[in-house]
């Protein structure tokens, strides 16, 4: 059963402007690389939908997507903070990035898949209930989670995070409800510089110091992600799949290499295999470097598809 790879062209049409590290390369390096190595051959692509509004109000306030939507410039370049760059087509992208998590989640639940990857951008997992945040607009994570769970029934998910940066937004988001378990990874002290917290029984956050490397990253996930998620048993598994902190991504103190995503692939596969029948959404978050960000994406989708 091969794997959704899930994308949209309208992504590449968020012009964030010369120079934004956040930029349209991103999408076309991995499916370059996709193509160079074969592998897009044995996906199957799928066309994005647009989210639809009702799926969005699941994790975001009224009140902020008409904030966001009256944000979008008919012409040049709009802030929505200092990082956050809009311009005439960033809503259609981030609504397609958002509804890619849907399709994703109804994909798998029609047994038509049981992994989806959405290659996607903006990406989501700084965008709060109430706010634009760090290069994301709508917390496209989020959006696929709620789903999974008021349409499908579900009763546990799990989100993963091994983006470098803190996923503050998906935190705000599901703080407190027992049926989502997230599990982090990220440098500390760095952006968004969320404030530490005691961890909860559906909030694993593991900080990381700047200069930290493989040993560090896989004994937060073997000693901290695994048992939360065993215990937890999800029925689905999504991942913000966020590859910046890759010793080539200048965006971050964190030195992973291609090994470590492809181990951390593997154990979220495994989670996966043992709970919730395979089940895996995993959507774009961080990746700077457009080498070692197409690589990894390679590296991630052979294993969640079980070609590595």
């Not at 960033?90 to 049981?114: K, P, Y």
């Amino acid at each position: 059963m091969p794997i959704a790879f899930i994308s949209n062209q309208a992504c590449l049409l968020h012009d964030t402007g010369a120079d934004h590290p956040e930029c349209a390369r991103r999408l076309t390096a991995i499916a370059d690389q996709l193509v160079a190595s074969g592998l897009g051959n044995v996906l199957q692509n799928v066309d994005a939908p647009a989210a639809e509004r009702q799926q969005l109000l699941r994790v975001h306030d009224e009140a902020y997507l008409d904030h966001l939507e009256a944000s979008i410039p008919a012409s040049g370049f709009a802030r929505l903070d200092p990082d956050t760059v809009v311009s005439p087509k960033s809503l259609e992208a981030a609504l397609r990035a958002a509804g890619a998590t849907v399709a994703a989640v109804d994909l798998i639940m029609s047994g038509e898949t049981e992994q989806a990857f959405c290659s996607v951008r903006p990406p989501g997992h700084h965008a709060e209930h109430d706010r634009a945040m760090g290069f994301c607009l709508l917390n496209n994570i989020a959006v696929g989670a709620a789903h999974a769970l008021e349409v499908h029934g579900l009763s546990r998910v799990a989100i993963v995070d091994f983006d470098v940066h803190h996923g503050n937004g998906t935190e705000d988001i599901f703080e407190g409800d027992e049926r989502v378990l997230f599990c982090s990874t990220f440098q500390h002290p760095f952006f968004p510089f969320t404030p530490l917290r005691e961890n909860t029984p559906n909030r694993i956050s593991i900080p990381l110091d700047a200069g930290a490397g493989s040993k560090e990253f896989r004994a937060a996930v073997t000693e901290h992600w695994l048992p939360a998620l065993e215990q937890f048993a999800p029925e689905m598994i999504f991942v913000s799949a966020g590859f910046d902190a890759h010793v080539a991504d200048d965006m971050s103190h964190v030195h992973l290499t291609d090994d470590d995503f492809r181990w951390v692939s593997q154990r979220i596969i495994d989670a996966a295999n043992a709970t919730a029948s395979g089940r895996v959404v995993a959507a774009l978050e961080g990746g700077y470097e457009q080498y070692s960000l197409a690589r990894c994406v390679e590296l991630h989708l052979r294993v969640l598809a079980g070609l590595d």
